[in-house]
């Protein structure tokens, strides 16, 4: 019998800007994994959010891994800003990108784990020209762009498809969930698949607080940890 983790990663999307150092300290402190930046450029997206100087501020602040989610355009021009300011893995879209294997070989290249999101509208085939070269495959849960959407339940077909075919190609891959994530979303990604939870309203806006948050998606999933 073999043991599934899940990974939660924290979406400081969701957290307060005012006292960012403090709230990422907080959810290391309450055992996260990897802290999640949702990076917005007002085109790719309509929102507009954060780059490098916020990565490069959070990088004293925890031994944490920091994972760049670039919901921009033409991501190839910022990996490297990325990579100095102290990303551990980056993730950028399938939708809109013409040359994904040379983005994803750039990243690696820094010795960066290098992932790649596909959102609600792209069917998995997507994936098939580089999933074997991946070190994560982020299906997005919602449209990409706003904290706090409702979670899409046609993405949980999704999920089995990509993580059958990472079993066949590239088992070592991380199938890593985002958007609308929460204590009763969280069974349904695990069960089909997920091993990594991203989550911005359900930790930093829980009403009892960061720990709650925290701990409450670890309930949720540990009930489909033995496989
Ligand atoms: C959406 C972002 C998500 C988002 C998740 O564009 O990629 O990471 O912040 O937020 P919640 O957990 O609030 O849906
Ligand atoms: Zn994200």
């Known amino acids: 019998m073999s043991t599934?983790?899940?990974?939660?990663a924290p979406s400081i999307l969701a957290a307060d800007f005012a006292r960012l150092g403090d709230q990422v300290r907080e959810a290391e402190r309450d055992g996260v994994d990897r802290i999640h930046v949702d990076v917005m450029d007002g085109h790719f997206v309509p929102n507009i959010s954060i780059g490098p100087l916020v990565v490069a501020a959070l990088r004293p602040v925890t031994d944490l891994p920091l994972e760049c989610h670039l919901m921009i355009a033409d991501p190839?021009?910022?990996?490297?800003?990325?990579?100095?300011?102290?990303?551990?893995?980056?993730?950028?879209?399938?939708?809109?990108?013409?040359?994904?294997?040379?983005?994803?070989h750039h990243i690696q290249e820094f010795h960066k784990k290098a992932g790649v999101a596909i959102n609600p509208a792209t069917p998995c085939s997507a994936l098939d020209?580089?999933?074997?070269?991946?070190?994560?495959?982020?299906v997005m849960t919602v449209n990409p762009g706003f904290g706090g959407q409702k979670f899409i339940r046609s993405t949980l077909d999704k999920i089995r498809t990509v993580q059958t075919t990472l079993d066949r190609v590239n088992p070592a891959c991380?199938?890593?969930?985002?958007?609308?994530?929460?204590?009763?979303?969280?069974?349904?990604?695990?069960?089909?698949?997920?091993?990594?939870?991203?989550?911005?309203?359900?930790?930093?806006?829980?009403?009892r607080g960061i720990a709650a948050g925290i701990d409450e998606l670890k309930r949720a999933s540990i009930q489909y940890r033995v496989v």
């Open 4 to 8: 599934k983790t899940i990974a939660i």
């Open 174 to 207: 991380d199938l890593e969930v985002d958007g609308g994530i929460d204590g009763d979303t969280a069974p349904l990604v695990v069960e089909a698949g997920a091993n990594a939870l991203v989550a911005g309203t359900s930790i930093f806006g829980h009403r």
């Open 129 to 138: 020209a580089i999933i074997a070269d991946l070190d994560l495959v982020l």
């Open 76 to 104: 190839d021009r910022y990996i490297e800003a990325f990579v100095q300011a102290g990303a551990d893995s980056i993730i950028v879209h399938f939708e809109g990108n013409n040359n994904l294997h040379r983005t994803v």
